[in-house]
T-cell receptor, first 114, second 114 residues
Framework: EPEVTQTPSHQVTQMGQEVILRCVPI?????FYWYRQILGQKVEFLVS????????KSEIFDDQFSVERPDGSNFTLKIRSTKLEDSAMYFC????????????FGAGTRLSVL | KNQVEQSPQSLIILEGKNCTLQ??????????LRWYKQDTGRGPVSLTI?????NTKSNGRYTATLDADTKQSSLHITASQLSDSASYIC?????????????FGKGTTLSVSS
């Protein structure tokens, strides 16, 4: 069964450093999303992406964040200058194709900012 | 404010027993409601998705109900198995709401013991 894959599974970085989290959505999907989940808290929406542009973003998704679809398969989330409070699990999701409304989530990248 | 509240926060049941999880939401306008299962350290996996006009939907041993008038939903699990131990998250999608996409509840942590 096709799945959303995310790399790396765990990223450790120093405060102030830039990180790029990578996702490969399901191949025939057209809508892509990033979510985060701080430990012990609920999942929060960050951004959605369609037709090579951001379609929605939350208050969390400030100027420190950016997304890109650099080629036909990857979807990336960049955090320009990480803060301690950026430590969280980041989930990528995609939907489209025959199961249009169902978002399929990746296993997540655990980001630890020291 | 758009919110999704779930109860109970956690639940312990014996293998083979049934249980019901509750979800109340204040999201308006409403598009659809989803139940996800999230195993520890994994991304959420979709169980059911219901629109305004649907009252009940089943997926194997999982049955979800929706009362759009009272803005309540429930997830009933029958004949529980050890593998049902996970967090069950109620997620509501509003319509025409920029910056929200999916609104997640905090989840109910279910532990099934033998």
């Amino acid at each position: 069964e096709p799945e959303v894959t995310q790399t790396p599974s765990h990223q450790v970085t120093q405060m102030g450093q830039e990180v790029i989290l990578r996702c490969v959505p399901i191949s025939n999907h057209l809508y892509f999303y990033w979510y985060r989940q701080i430990l012990g808290q609920k999942v929060e929406f960050l951004v959605s992406f369609y037709n090579n542009e951001i379609s929605e973003k939350s208050e969390i998704f400030d100027d420190q964040f950016s997304v890109e679809r650099p080629d036909g398969s990857n979807f990336t989330l960049k955090i320009r200058s990480t803060k301690l409070e950026d430590s969280a699990m980041y989930f990528c999701a995609s939907n489209g194709g025959t199961s249009k409304n169902i978002q399929y989530f990746g296993a997540g990248t655990r980001l630890s900012v020291l | 404010k758009n919110q999704v509240e779930q109860s109970p926060q956690s639940l312990i049941i014996l293998e083979g027993k049934n249980c019901t999880l509750q979800c109340n939401y204040t999201v308006s306008p409403f598009s659809n409601l989803r139940w996800y299962k999230q195993d520890t350290g994994r991304g959420p996996v979709s169980l059911t998705i219901m629109t305004f006009s649907e009252n009940t939907k089943s997926n194997g041993r999982y049955t979800a109900t929706l009362d759009a008038d009272t803005k309540q939903s429930s997830l009933h699990i029958t004949a529980s198995q050890l593998s049902d131990s996970a967090s069950y998250i109620c997620v509501v999608r509003g319509s025409n709401q920029a910056g929200t996409a999916l609104i997640f509840g905090k989840g109910t942590t279910l532990s099934v013991s033998s």
